[in-house]
C-alpha cells in the first residue's frame, strides 16, 4: 500500500478549506483516508498561525512508515521546517507559447523588412552619388 500525505478539500464552492490527510494513494481525493494530520485555510492571510495547523509528530511517524508527500504539503512542511527544503527547477515556465512564438516570429520578419527596406534607399543614394 503506497501511502501519500495530502490534502483533502472541503467547504462550500469558492470557499475552499483543505485537511492534510495520510491516505492510501488509489482512494479519492476527497474520500477515505487513514488519519488527518492537520488543516489548511488559503483564504486566511499568510502570516496566521491559523491558516496551517499540523500534527508535527504525526506527520513524523508517517514519514518515516514511507509515506510519500504531495508538492504542496511538501511546501507546507518545508516552512515549518519539518523536511529539509528541495531546490525546484521549472526551466520551460520561462518560454512563451505556441502563439506568443509565432507572433515574436512575425514581429522579427517585420522588423527586418523594415530594415531592408531603409537600407535599400540609403544604397541607390549612395550608388547614384558615385555615379555622378
Known amino acids: 500500500m503506497s501511502l501519500k500525505i495530502r490534502l483533502a478539500r ?4 469558492k470557499r475552499p478549506y483543505y485537511r492534510i490527510v495520510a491516505a492510501d494513494s488509489r482512494m479519492p481525493r476527497d474520500g477515505r483516508f487513514i488519519e488527518k494530520l492537520g488543516t489548511y485555510s488559503p483564504l486566511l492571510p499568510k502570516d496566521s498561525a491559523e491558516r496551517v495547523k499540523m500534527d508535527v509528530e504525526r506527520v513524523q511517524y508517517w514519514l518515516g512508515q514511507g509515506a ?15 523536511i529539509a ?15 506568443a512564438q509565432a507572433r515574436a516570429d512575425e514581429k522579427a520578419e517585420k522588423a527586418a523588412a523594415a530594415a531592408a527596406a531603409a537600407a535599400a534607399p540609403a544604397e541607390e543614394a ?3 552619388e558615385t555615379a555622378e
Open 126 to 128: 549612395a550608388a547614384e
Open 10 to 13: 472541503g467547504g462550500s464552492k
Open 85 to 99: 527544503k528541495t531546490e525546484r527547477s521549472n526551466p520551460k515556465k520561462g518560454t512563451p507559447g505556441k502563439a
Open 68 to 82: 510519500q508527500t504531495t508538492d504542496r504539503v511538501a511546501r507546507m512542511l518545508e516552512a515549518a521546517g519539518v
